[in-house]
Structure formats: C-alpha cells, structure tokens
C-alpha cells in the first residue's frame, strides 16, 4: 500500500530565501509524482509533473526532483515570495490504479 | 477553457439528508476522480469514473455514490449524511494517464 510523507508540516522563511519541500513515498513503482499548491479553503493547483523516467522538472522559479530508488521527491523554489505562501501538497500515481495517493501538505508562510 | 468546474461552492446540510455535487471535466478529459478533503488533511480518494463506469473505488461507505454522463461531467451523490463528511469534495479530471486536474471544490457543511 503507497503511502505519501511530506515533512516539515509546516516551514516558516523570509523573503527571498531559497527552500526545498520534501516528499517521500513507500512504493517504488510509480507511474508519476505530482506537486500541488492549495491556497486556503481553494481547489488544487497542478505545479509540476514528474513522469517516473523523469529525474526532475522545471518551471519557473520551482523545480521538482524523482529519486525512484530512494523514494522521494523534492520542490525547489528559488528566491521565495509572499505570495508564495500556500500549502504545498505532492502526490504520487500508479499506472494501475490511476488514483492520486497525497502526502498531508507543508504549509510555508513566506514572511516579508 | 475553463478548466474543471464545480458547482455548488458551499453547501450547508442536515445530517441525515441527501446531498448531490456536480463537476464538469476540462474540455478534452475523460476521466473524472472525486477526493474528500477533511481540514488540515491531504485529499483522500474516493472514486474514479471513465466511460460511464466507476473504475475504482476508495475506503467509502456505500452512501457515496456517483455517475459519470456522456458528456464526461459527473455527480457525487452522499446519502444518509453524518457530521463527519463535512469536508471540501474536490474533483479532478484527466485524459488518458496524463497530468490531472482539479477544480475550486465543493465545501459541504453538515449540521
């Protein structure tokens, strides 16, 4: 059974401040890993993809890494702004399923 | 393109009543999945429709139920409502095994 652990629960920064969110998963065989922003009482916002024969991708100010063997991911974001304050969620899929399994979220608080 | 769209965006029930949440896929998608969201939680799912069928199905009573139409859009049913299915119901839409997405939620409260 795949389950998903994002630590710190929570992380606080100041502006400008480079950060990376953490994500691991117990099952290897993954389809591909999701990152998601949700803003307070929002929907999900699709960050980035990350096919399982991906190493990492790229968007923006974020990045996202698959280390499949070790199981885990990670979400770089560079020069973090205030509006950058979400909950950031990671979620991983199998090819079998199809269904998404979440990690419970980090909250980041981007201060000015 | 308006993406995934959800309607209501809040609801306030009654325990015991019957409540029905709507979604409408991104135009191209044709698989729908619908998450229950508790407060402090990540999404949990709960079931997954393509081609009118339910494909999979999570760790939920029979009193959700759902439909999916020829048109791709779908419907959550919860009967029997009990004060712990106060949560956000987010769906989400794909085409194939490509990237999902998801709409704004439903916010039911149950009383």
């Known amino acids: 059974k795949q389950e998903v652990t994002q630590i710190p629960a929570a992380l606080s920064v100041p502006e400008g401040e480079n950060l990376v969110l953490n994500c691991s998963f117990t099952d290897s065989a993954i389809y591909n890993l999701q990152w998601f922003r949700q803003d307070p009482g929002k929907g999900l916002t699709s960050l980035l993809l990350?096919?399982?024969?991906?190493r990492e991708q790229t968007s923006g100010r974020l990045n996202a890494s698959l280390d499949k063997s070790s199981g885990r991911s990670t979400l770089y974001i560079a020069a973090s702004q205030p509006g950058d304050s979400a909950t950031y969620l990671c979620a991983s899929r199998t090819l079998l399923t199809g269904k998404l399994i979440f990690g419970q979220g980090t909250t980041l608080q981007v201060k000015p | 393109d308006a993406g995934v769209t959800q309607s209501p965006t809040h609801l306030i029930k009654t325990r015991g009543q019957q409540v029905t949440l709507r979604c409408s896929p991104k135009?191209?998608?044709?698989?729908v999945s619908w998450y229950q969201q508790a407060l402090g939680q990540g999404p949990q799912f709960i079931f997954q429709?393509?081609?009118?069928?339910?494909?999979q199905r999570g760790n939920f009573p029979d009193r959700f139920s759902g439909h999916q139409f020829p048109n791709y859009s779908s419907e959550l049913n919860v009967n029997a409502l009990l004060l712990g299915d106060s949560a956000l119901y987010l769906c989400?839409?794909?085409?194939?095994?490509?990237?999902?997405?998801f709409g704004q939620g439903t916010r039911l409260t149950v009383v």
């Open positions: 990350i096919q399982s024969s991906q």
């Open positions: 429709y393509y081609e009118e069928e339910e494909r």
């Open positions: 135009s191209g998608h044709d698989t």
């Open positions: 989400a839409s794909r085409l194939g095994q490509r990237e999902a997405f």
